[in-house]
């Protein structure tokens, strides 16, 4: 194929690739950020760890059904435009006319594996810290005026009347117990302000009062305070606070694969890993299948001068079926029984060898076709 065709080619379907990611990436992404945040999650900041978590991933779940959307879209076009009759005329074989778009699905398979072994995984975490924040209420610029909060399983609950900006707040009231020194207190103060420092929040709060009772009611005290300082176990400035898990899903390329071997005991785990893995190694391949099977149907379906249409119906339909079929059979079947990974396995290479069948039919027709003219 002439060099300037060939990037030709390759620029269309990978411009059209991209903006076909987008346009399946967005709402899915904008979905999932407000089904799980709240809306004071922007005030509280967040909003960009929370997309940092979630965009990855479903950039590289997505990108192979992209990529093979967009090669059909652009051979449905030039079979309707009677270019794949000038390609032939041409003497390019029907292997030669998929290089453009065997270029730009073996970048897009790279990227894949890049996003879901790198990328994806060094950030997917932060979503998980993000919902642990909000479940948690650790971030005190998302706390609601008039509500009872708990901390430290129970043993301080936090309520304030209003907030009168972003980090101070008016009719603060705290009750606390102590078991080492079997004590509780009531601390009241006209107001305080949330200050962060990168290990957690200081709360400094004036003009109240610290009412000190022993557990049996014995003693009461009472003290006055102009300014009273509280360390609390928030979100600093440090970054998110850590869980105290870690899914199989946030470990790098190499930490992942010796996982395998140690989640074998433990049938749940081995699930979990085993799932994980079928999509990191399985979904991105599928952008150079979803693609050649896409040239494939276009080919057989479609004619050369462009008078059928059948093919991008066909085409269009059947792309995003096998790929949210094989999706589905990885985070689900898998999942539930390891074994049916050979399922996942079986579909890939069963596309892959139809698409190959397919291309070279045609191929072996264009040099029937070429022997008969000589």
Not at 166 to 177: L, N, P, R, T
Not at 244 to 262: D, T
Request: charged share 15%; net charge neutral.
């Amino acid at each position: 194929m002439p060099r300037l065709l060939f990037f030709y080619l390759s620029k269309r379907i990978a411009v059209a690739a991209l903006l076909i990611e987008a346009g399946l990436c967005i709402p899915v992404v904008m979905t999932s950020l407000f089904h799980y945040l709240p809306p004071a999650a922007i005030r509280g900041g967040l909003l960009v760890p929370a997309l940092l978590g979630t965009l990855p991933t479903v950039l590289y779940i997505a990108l192979p059904m992209a990529v093979g959307v967009a090669v059909a879209l652009e051979f449905a076009r030039m079979s309707a435009d009677g270019m794949i009759a000038v390609l032939y005329s041409l003497r390019l074989s029907a292997w030669a006319i998929t290089l453009p778009s065997a270029f730009v699905a073996i970048v897009a398979v790279g990227a894949g594996y890049w996003l879901s072994s790198v990328f994806a995984p060094a950030h997917v975490g932060e979503m998980h810290d993000v919902i642990y924040v909000i479940r948690n209420s650790l971030n005190h610029r998302m706390l609601e005026p008039a509500q009872f909060y708990t901390f430290d399983n129970g043993a301080r609950t936090l309520y304030f009347r209003r907030w009168r900006s972003a980090d101070v707040v008016s009719g603060m009231f705290i009750h606390q117990f102590s078991a080492e020194k079997n004590e509780e207190q009531i601390i009241t103060a006209a107001e305080a302000e949330f200050r962060r420092n990168a290990n957690g929040v200081v709360l400094i709060m004036s003009n109240g009062a610290i009412e000190t009772l022993s557990t049996d009611g014995s003693t009461i005290r009472t003290a006055h305070f102009d300014e009273y300082a509280m360390p609390i176990g928030m979100q600093g400035s440090g970054g998110l606070p850590r869980r105290s898990w870690r899914g199989v899903f946030e470990l790098p390329f190499w930490l992942f694969i010796q996982e395998g071997s140690f989640s074998v005991v433990d049938p749940h785990l081995f699930g979990e890993w085993m799932s994980e893995a079928a999509k990191r190694f399985g979904i991105p391949f599928l952008a150079l299948t979803h693609a050649l099977f896409a040239i494939g149907l276009v080919l057989s379906l479609a004619s050369a001068s462009g008078r059928a249409t059948a093919a991008t119906t066909t085409t269009m339909l059947a792309i995003p079926t096998i790929h949210v079929a094989i999706l589905v059979a990885a985070e689900t079947l898998v999942r539930h029984d390891p074994r049916l990974i050979f399922v996942v396995g079986l579909a890939i290479v069963a596309e892959l060898a139809v698409a190959i069948f397919l291309i070279e039919r045609q191929n072996a027709n264009f040099a029937m076709a070429k022997d008969t003219a000589v």
